[in-house]
């Protein structure tokens, strides 16, 4: 029942700023790391941020000093703040979390179900 719901994406022009946000929800025990990765049209998925349960993060360069990952471990959400947007940020941005649920004897990856960040004139 673990799910991953994303929000925020949409279109934007050049220079513009977007926020994702991220909500886990169903029987969940724990949540270690939280990212977002983007797939463009042609190309694989990449990662794009990353954050631990110890609010570490990490970012491909492409992107640094433009997105700021954050989390609420109270609510179990993940947030994305997309700032000085480029025509080539344009991609499906998918949410992943390692989540403990209850039942369960490990860490699993989910992926949310993605959504679509078009960045145009």
């Known amino acids: 029942q673990v799910q991953l719901v994303e929000s925020g994406g949409g279109l934007v022009q050049p220079g513009g700023s977007l926020r994702l946000s991220c909500a886990a929800s169903?029987?969940?025990?724990?949540?270690?790391?939280m990212g977002w990765y983007r797939q463009a049209p042609g190309k694989q998925r990449e990662l794009v941020a990353t954050?631990?349960?110890?609010?570490?993060?990490d970012y491909v360069a492409s992107v640094k000093g433009r997105f700021t990952i954050s989390r609420d471990i109270n609510k179990n959400t993940v947030y994305l703040q997309m700032n000085s947007l480029k025509p080539e940020d344009t991609a499906v941005y998918y949410c992943?979390?390692?989540?403990?649920?209850?039942?369960?004897?490990?860490?699993?990856?989910?992926w949310g179900q993605g959504t679509q960040v078009t960045v145009s004139s």
């Open positions: 992943n979390a390692d989540i403990w649920a209850w039942g369960g004897l490990a860490y699993k990856s989910y």
């Open positions: 169903g029987g969940i025990r724990t949540i270690n790391t």
């Open positions: 954050i631990t349960r110890g609010m570490a993060t």
